[in-house]
């Protein structure tokens, strides 16, 4: 049974340090102790230090949202998966469709970042997903599958069932529009057919894939009840501490009913 992973990716928000703490505490007093959903939350880099102080004691992880794929060296602007570690870091966000898209990397890009993440003892969340464009002409699962075989190339059935996939439709990131549970699941199958293809089934049953892309208080519960959804990576909503406690408790509902 998959424990299911609701991470935050904050993105390039709030823009002080006293509101990021402020949100930070409002999650960890509504998520309490239990471990019942793992709950992870990526803020902006330099935030990082801030929030895994108030994190302290809680089972929430803290998670970056890139990484380079080097350990160190002349690479202005750039964080390595040591420094993540050293900050508190559990997890990081890699190939987000934001820096796909928006800045241009590659496949080969997040495999390089995906091999050092897990050297690093990371947990790394690898974003996948199609534009509408592609979607439009019925390509989601040929893009997929380049971005699948792409992203996770030359890792072990092990490395594979550590690593988190995350499945964000471009069109449905940020724009309100979220793939309804029939579209979201019918991706997440293929996603963990072709897991079971290449690494086989045992382990494509063991690796968690979170559905994001408009993910709100409103629409968890029923996206979270598909059985290959294993979680949601939610931008917008992950800003407001109710909103982001209330879909933490869809999937506490859903793990209760054995969903
Ligand atoms: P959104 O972002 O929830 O604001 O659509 C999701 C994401 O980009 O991870």
């Not at 030359?154 to 439709?169: D, F, K, N, R």
């Not at 949601?232 to 992950?238: N, R």
């Not at 869809?250 to 009913?257: C, E, L, N, P, W």
Request: charged share 15%; aromatic share 4%.
């Amino acid at each position: 049974m998959r424990t299911l992973l609701i991470a935050g990716n904050w993105k390039m928000n709030p823009s002080t340090r006293s509101e990021a703490v402020a949100l930070a505490e409002a999650v960890k007093a509504g998520v309490g102790p239990a471990a019942d959903v793992h709950v992870v939350l990526c803020p902006p880099a330099v935030f990082l230090g801030a929030v895994d102080s108030v994190l302290e004691g809680s089972p929430i992880g803290l998670g970056g949202q890139n990484m380079h794929w080097e350990p160190a060296g002349a690479y202005t602007g750039e964080l390595s998966g040591a420094m993540l570690v050293d900050v508190g870091c559990t997890h990081t966000i890699l190939g987000h469709s934001e820096r796909r898209h928006g800045l241009g990397e590659t496949d080969s890009q997040v495999n390089a970042k995906l091999k050092a993440a897990l050297a690093a003892r990371l947990i790394p969340i690898v974003c996948l997903g199609e534009t509408q464009e592609q979607r439009l002409r019925e390509q989601t699962e040929a893009v997929l599958t380049t971005q699948l075989s792409g992203s996770l190339a030359g890792i072990t059935p092990e490395e594979m069932a550590g690593t988190v996939l995350a499945y964000e439709p471009v069109w449905a990131i940020g724009t309100g529009l979220t793939a309804t549970p029939d579209q979201a699941q019918s991706a997440q199958a293929f996603i963990r057919g072709w897991l079971a293809q290449q690494f086989g089934e045992a382990t494509a049953a063991r690796v968690v894939v979170q559905y994001g892309g408009s993910v709100k208080p409103e629409n968890a519960a029923e996206l979270l009840a598909c059985p290959d959804i294993d979680g949601a990576l939610v931008g917008g909503a992950s800003l407001k501490a109710n909103d982001f406690l209330a879909i933490v408790g869809a999937a506490r509902d859903v793990t209760t009913r054995g969903g």
